[in-house]
C-alpha cells in the first residue's frame, strides 16, 4: 500500500509536469478540470503496477501512464456532454460543459485527446525507450482508444449493443488492455505482450463490473446482482491464478490493484446495500 | 496541372487503403462520411507538392498527407456540432451530425482524430523514413491540431478573439504549417524546417482569406472586400518572393498551388460577385 501511495503522489506531480498545452487560458483550463480533480488514478498505478513487476523504468510507465490518464479524462468529457449521457455533475462538481459550455467541452476533448499523443511524440519524456518503443506505445494507445477500442464501445453503448461484455470489453477494457500492453512494453517484455493484454482485458472488465455494482447500472440491470456478483468473483479468481505465471514474483504488486478493485464491489453488494442479498 | 492530378488520384485510392478502422460498422461510416466525399485535397497536396520540390518520397508524403486529410476531416465533423457552428449542410449533403446523430458524430471525430495518429504509429506506411522521422511527423502534427493550434484556433473564435488574424493562423493555417512541416521532413530536409513553417503560415492565411472572399465572411466581413482584397494580394506576393529561395528550381510545383488558391479569390471578387467594386 505504501508503494501505492508513493506512486499516486508521483502521478500527481508528473501529470502536472507533463500538462503544458499552448493556446487560449480558457482551452487550458477547461482541458485541465477533470484531469487534476481528485481521482483514483487506476490506470496509472496499473501501469506503474505491470511495468515495475516486469522490471521496466519508472520514470518511463509512469509518462506512459499519464498519457493514459490524459486519454481516459478526454472520454469522460465527450461522454458527459448533453448528446452523449447528459450528466450535470461528476464527483459532486459541475461537469466540464456546465462549467465551459458545450463547445469549449467538445473542443477541450479533442486538445487533449490530441495532447496525449503530444506528450507521445517527445522523446525527452522517456528516459529508456527507444523511438522504437515509443511508436508502439502510440500503437498500442491509438488502437485500444479509437474506433476498435474506447471510441466503438461508446458507440455500441449508445446503439444498445446487445452483448453488454462485449461493449464493456470495448469501452471499459480497451483502456486496461493498453495500460497492461504499455507497461510490458515499457519493460520491453514483448514476449509477454498476448498475455498481458489477455489480463489487462479481464482486469478492465472487472472493474466494469465493480463500476456496475457501486452504480446499480449496467452489468447488474441486466442480470441481477447475484448473477453479476458472480461474474465478478468468477473473472477475480481467473486474473488471480494466472498473475504469478505472468509477473513472477512481484505478481501481488499488480494482485495488490486487482484486490482493491474486487473488494471495493464486496463492500458495496454486502455493505451499505440496501438490497436483500439472496 | 497533370502532376496535380495524378497526385489527386493517388490521394483518393491511398486514403482507401489506409482507412481500416475497427469497430460498429456505423462508426465506420460516419467517420468516412466527409472524408470519402469529393473534394479539394489540397492539405495532401500541398505536402506532396513540398515533399517533391525538397526530393521526399512521394509514397511518404502521400502517407502523411492523407493523414492530415483525415484530421482536417475530424475538425470539419466537430466544426459543424450543433454546439459549434450548427450547420445542417456541407457541400450540399446532410452534415455528419444531421445523418448520424449527434453523439455518433462527435464519436466519428474522436475515432478520426484518434486513426489518424494510429496510421502514423504504423511503420509499414512509411518506405524511407526512420522512426525518429516518424516520431517527428507525430510531434508536428500532434502541436499544429491542437491546442496551440486548429483546436485552440476554434476556441479563440467561438470567444470572439480580437486579433482575426491570430485566429485564422491558429485555426486554419497551422494544418497547413503541418503541411510544409511534414513535407520538410519526408525530404529530410531538418535545416529548412523554419522557413517551411513561416511559408505554410503565410499560404494558411492566403487559403483563409480566400474562403472568407469567396464566401464573404470572416476577414471580409470586418474589414470590407477590397481591404481584403490588398491583404490577399500583399500575402500572396510576399510568399511568390521566398518561394525558389526555400525550394529552388522545382519551386513552381509549390507555386502552382500557391496560384490555385490566389486565382480563386480573384475569380469571385472581380468576376461572378454582384457587389461593385471600388
Known amino acids: 500500500m505504501e508503494l501505492y501511495e508513493y506512486w499516486l503522489g508521483r502521478v500527481e506531480s508528473r501529470l502536472r509536469e507533463l500538462f503544458k498545452p499552448g493556446g ?28 515495475y513487476a516486469l522490471g521496466g523504468s519508472e520514470e518511463d510507465a509512469l509518462a506512459v501512464g499519464c498519457v493514459i490518464e490524459m486519454i481516459h479524462n478526454y472520454t469522460l468529457i465527450h461522454d458527459d456532454l448533453p448528446a452523449m449521457d447528459n450528466d450535470d455533475f461528476r464527483r459532486g462538481l459541475p461537469t466540464c460543459h456546465r462549467k465551459f459550455g458545450e463547445a469549449v467541452a467538445i473542443l477541450a476533448g479533442d486538445a487533449l485527446l490530441t495532447y496525449a499523443f503530444e506528450v507521445l511524440s517527445q522523446r525527452e519524456n522517456f528516459r529508456e525507450l527507444s523511438e522504437e518503443d515509443i511508436l508502439d506505445l502510440i500503437r498500442v494507445i491509438s488502437q485500444k482508444a479509437g474506433a476498435g477500442g474506447v471510441v466503438g464501445g461508446q458507440v455500441f453503448d449508445i446503439e444498445g449493443h446487445k452483448d453488454i461484455e462485449e461493449t464493456n470489453r470495448m469501452k471499459t477494457a480497451s483502456l486496461f488492455e493498453a495500460c497492461f500492453l504499455c507497461g510490458g512494453i515499457v519493460a520491453k517484455r514483448r514476449d509477454l505482450l498476448k498475455d498481458l493484454e ?44 494466472v498473475l504469478v505465471g505472468v509477473f513472477g514474483e ?19 453488494s454486502y455493505g451499505d446495500d440496501k438490497t436483500p442479498q439472496s
Open 198 to 241: 489477455n489480463l489487462g482485458r479481464k482486469v478492465g472488465i472487472l472493474f466494469q463490473i465493480t463500476d456496475d455494482i457501486l452504480d446499480q447500472d449496467g452489468y447488474v440491470k441486466i442480470f441481477g446482482l447475484r448473477q453479476t456478483m458472480e461474474r465478478s468473483r468468477e473473472i477475480y479468481e481467473e486474473v488471480k491464478k
Open 24 to 51: 487560449p487560458p480558457l482551452l487550458r483550463e477547461a482541458m485541465g478540470y477533470y484531469l487534476f480533480q481528485k481521482g483514483k488514478r487506476i490506470r496509472p498505478l496499473m501501469t506503474l503496477a505491470v511495468s
Open 250 to 268: 512481484k505478481s501481488s504488486v499488480v494482485g495488490g490493484l486487482v484486490d482493491m478493485i474486487y473488494e471495493a464491489s464486496l463492500k458495496r
